[in-house]
């Protein structure tokens, strides 16, 4: 077989304003995952839509376990597939867009849904966040042509810094303005749906007007289906060459589905467990989005000097800390009370814990995105992206589907404990990585002509 060998000079590296504007999806999107999933409309589903108060809320919390499942699963089942059709005809921006007027749309819609409207609820759930999670996938494939790999940390850190820059933004107006997600304020808080569909509209613009799309249409015959199969049926093949990629995403299967667990979870736990009032809530999204942006700007710093792979295993090594004093909050604050007569409240302990929870979310997720972008060549960057969002969202599926199963049997208290379990095997299997095979696979690999 004749080979090729795919490089990219340094010339084609992404200008600053470049750049920037394809962080600015990051800082767009940040409206969609905290308003709508991690804020606001998840606890407003659970407590107020869905209700059932009597139960402790573990029907509806399964039923929206159950809808961010499914909608992590049809990403699961079609995002290798629009990879492959992106790097064959080079439409990662078409893709990219089709995704965000989708986001756009469905989560304006979300205004419709009130106390009662269950199965509307979960139909705009599952479409709007598996819009939203597709165009996860489609940025992140952009992430290999931006800069040179020893630079892709400093990138990928300030990308998720934007984003929780964005979110701060975002959701801070939103928590001002709109108040908290109560039924007495319902008819204020149902416009959450679509003051985060209009802020993601807006500043995501940047993103359409300077971002490149630098692939090269390759020579293709027949339908977008037949491409995609054919293409991702190569990748499998393919994958051998790709030995620590492989692995890697085997152990982001496991670390992501506690990350999700916690995305979808912790303002629920909060509200249910912690038993926080709505101005507690406003302080620890704050803490949260600063801590993570500071997290995802330092590690990423941080990531070019210890190398990526150490640098993911610290932030699992932060996770499962967090686990930990996320679980023991209120035994803790208890213990501390009786010991010292005192009368501290969980919900203010529950704020230095978020901290330390924010602080791992930042490093983490951009940790594992850079480290994909090392080990991609940038001939099948959206197609290993592809894999990525596979591996984030099939990882969403078994988290959220076991956070949900198992606080119906046992309560929310003491199922978060999943998390760290989650997090310590992801740290195991990682260890098997080698970051310089890794990086060399990326930089010899050849690309066979037609």
Same mark, same amino acid.
């Given at each position: 077989?004749?080979?090729?060998?795919?490089?990219?000079?340094?010339?084609?590296?992404?200008?600053?304003?470049?750049?920037?504007?394809?962080? +600015?999806?990051?800082?767009? %999107?940040?409206?969609?995952?905290?308003?709508?999933?991690?804020?606001?409309?998840?606890?407003?589903?659970?407590t107020?839509?869905?209700?059932?108060r009597?139960?402790?809320?573990?029907?509806? %919390?399964?039923?929206?376990?159950?809808?961010?499942?499914?909608? #992590?699963l049809?990403? @699961?089942?079609? &995002?290798?597939?629009?990879?492959?059709? +992106?790097?064959? /005809?080079?439409?990662?921006?078409?893709?990219?867009?089709?995704?965000?007027?989708?986001?756009?749309?469905?989560?304006?819609?979300?205004?419709?849904?009130?106390?009662?409207?269950?199965?509307?609820?979960?139909?705009?759930?599952i479409?709007?966040?598996?819009? #939203?999670?597709?165009?996860?996938?489609?940025? *992140?494939?952009?992430?290999?042509?931006?800069?040179?790999?020893?630079?892709?940390?400093?990138?990928?850190?300030?990308?998720?810094?934007?984003?929780?820059?964005?979110?701060?933004?975002? &959701?801070?107006?939103?928590?001002?303005?709109?108040?908290?997600?109560?039924?007495?304020?319902?008819?204020?808080?149902?416009?959450?749906?679509?003051?985060?569909?209009?802020?993601?509209?807006?500043?995501?613009?940047?993103?359409?007007?300077?971002?490149?799309?630098?692939?090269?249409?390759q020579?293709?015959?027949?339908?977008?289906?037949?491409?995609?199969?054919?293409?991702?049926?190569a990748?499998?093949?393919?994958?051998?060459? $790709?030995?620590?990629?492989?692995?890697?995403?085997?152990?982001?299967? $496991?670390? +992501?589905?506690?990350v #999700?667990?916690?995305?979808?979870?912790?303002?629920?736990?909060?509200?249910?467990?912690?038993?926080?009032?709505?101005?507690?809530?406003?302080?620890? $999204?704050?803490?949260?989005?600063?801590?993570?942006?500071?997290?995802?700007?330092? !590690?990423?710093?941080?990531?070019?000097?210890?190398?990526?792979?150490?640098?993911?295993?610290?932030?699992?090594?932060?996770?499962?800390? &967090?686990?930990?004093?996320?679980?023991?909050?209120?035994?803790?604050?208890?213990?501390?009370?009786? &010991?010292?007569?005192?009368q501290?409240?969980?919900?203010? @302990?529950?704020?230095?814990?978020?901290?330390?929870?924010?602080?791992?979310?930042?490093?983490?997720?951009?940790?594992?995105?850079?480290?994909?972008?090392?080990?991609?060549?940038?001939?099948?960057?959206?197609? !290993? $992206?592809?894999?990525?969002?596979?591996? %984030?969202?099939?990882?969403?599926?078994?988290?959220?589907?076991?956070?949900?199963?198992?606080?119906?049997?046992?309560?929310?208290?003491?199922?978060?404990?999943?998390?760290?379990?989650?997090?310590?095997?992801?740290?195991?299997?990682?260890? /098997?990585? %080698?970051?310089?095979?890794?990086?060399q696979?990326?930089?010899?690999?050849? *690309?066979?002509?037609?």
């Amino acid at each position: 077989m004749v080979h090729a060998q795919s490089t990219q000079a340094a010339s084609d590296f992404a200008s600053r304003r470049e750049i920037f504007g394809w962080a +600015m999806f990051d800082f767009a %999107n940040q409206a969609y995952t905290l308003l709508i999933i991690t804020v606001v409309f998840g606890e407003l589903f659970t407590t107020v839509i869905v209700g059932d108060r009597g139960d402790n809320f573990r029907l509806a %919390n399964l039923l929206w376990s159950l809808a961010l499942a499914t909608s #992590y699963l049809l990403v @699961v089942v079609t &995002a290798p597939l629009c990879g492959a059709i +992106m790097d064959e /005809r080079a439409e990662k921006k078409r893709f990219l867009l089709f995704s965000y007027l989708a986001t756009v749309a469905t989560t304006a819609m979300l205004y419709f849904v009130a106390p009662g409207y269950v199965v509307l609820g979960l139909i705009l759930i599952i479409l709007s966040n598996y819009a #939203y999670s597709m165009g996860e996938s489609f940025i *992140a494939a952009f992430l290999p042509s931006l800069g040179p790999p020893q630079s892709l940390g400093k990138i990928s850190g300030f990308g998720w810094a934007l984003g929780y820059i964005g979110g701060l933004f975002a &959701a801070g107006f939103t928590l001002v303005v709109l108040g908290e997600a109560s039924a007495d304020n319902f008819e204020r808080i149902r416009w959450v749906g679509p003051f985060a569909a209009g802020f993601f509209l807006v500043a995501a613009i940047p993103t359409f007007i300077w971002l490149k799309e630098r692939a090269t249409p390759q020579p293709h015959h027949g339908s977008y289906w037949h491409t995609a199969r054919r293409r991702v049926t190569a990748t499998f093949h393919d994958l051998k060459h $790709f030995r620590d990629l492989s692995v890697f995403l085997v152990s982001l299967l $496991f670390s +992501m589905a506690g990350v #999700y667990i916690i995305i979808a979870f912790a303002f629920i736990y909060g509200a249910q467990v912690i038993g926080w009032e709505a101005s507690v809530r406003n302080i620890m $999204f704050i803490i949260v989005q600063i801590t993570a942006a500071a997290g995802a700007l330092g !590690f990423g710093w941080i990531q070019d000097r210890l190398g990526a792979k150490r640098t993911y295993q610290i932030t699992l090594g932060l996770w499962i800390a &967090a686990i930990l004093a996320i679980w023991l909050t209120p035994e803790f604050t208890d213990w501390v009370n009786q &010991a010292t007569g005192w009368q501290w409240q969980p919900q203010y @302990v529950f704020l230095f814990v978020g901290c330390l929870a924010g602080l791992s979310l930042g490093s983490s997720q951009s940790a594992s995105r850079a480290l994909v972008g090392l080990f991609s060549p940038t001939t099948k960057s959206a197609e !290993f $992206f592809g894999f990525w969002g596979l591996a %984030n969202k099939l990882a969403g599926v078994i988290g959220i589907v076991l956070l949900g199963g198992l606080q119906a049997l046992v309560g929310l208290q003491a199922s978060i404990l999943l998390c760290a379990v989650l997090f310590g095997v992801a740290m195991l299997i990682c260890a /098997r990585v %080698n970051e310089a095979r890794g990086r060399q696979a990326a930089l010899n690999w050849r *690309a066979s002509p037609g």
